[in-house]
């Protein structure tokens, strides 16, 4: 059974920095693509970024460049979302993603490319 669980979330001040783990089990790691999705309340999910299986290359939304970084540890199964310079506009339950398929550019941000989901994280930044 494929599990995939977040952790590192909670309440920062605008300006700080957090960092998601997304903890993946029952699959082989070094074969997914991965990505975050975050949903802020009253609006729809939006794709945050994306790694490729083996980590060399990263995509990023423009609300994020240059603040988010994502990696992976194909050793330990998990991915990392390194959230620099919060913004309260970063409000929102972040969700790691994973899927079988290689990433296109074409798709990678689309929700629906992804077969594999977390249950979730909750991000709050206040001002």
């Known amino acids: 059974q494929v599990q995939l669980v977040e952790s590192g979330g909670g309440l920062m001040q605008a300006g700080g920095s957090l960092r998601l783990s997304c903890a993946a089990s029952g699959l082989t790691f070094n074969t997914i693509s991965m990505s975050w999705f975050r949903q802020a309340p009253g609006k729809e999910r939006e794709w945050v970024t994306a790694?490729?299986?083996?980590?060399?290359?990263?995509y990023y939304a423009d609300s994020v460049k240059g603040r988010f970084t994502i990696s992976r540890d194909n050793a330990k199964n998990t991915v990392y979302l390194q959230m620099n310079n919060l913004r309260p506009e970063d409000t929102a339950v972040y969700y790691c993603a994973g899927t079988e398929s290689f990433l296109k550019i074409t798709t990678y941000s689309l929700g629906g490319t992804y077969e594999y989901w977390g249950q979730g994280m909750q991000v709050t930044v206040s001002s």
């Open positions: 790694i490729t299986r083996l980590g060399f290359n990263k």
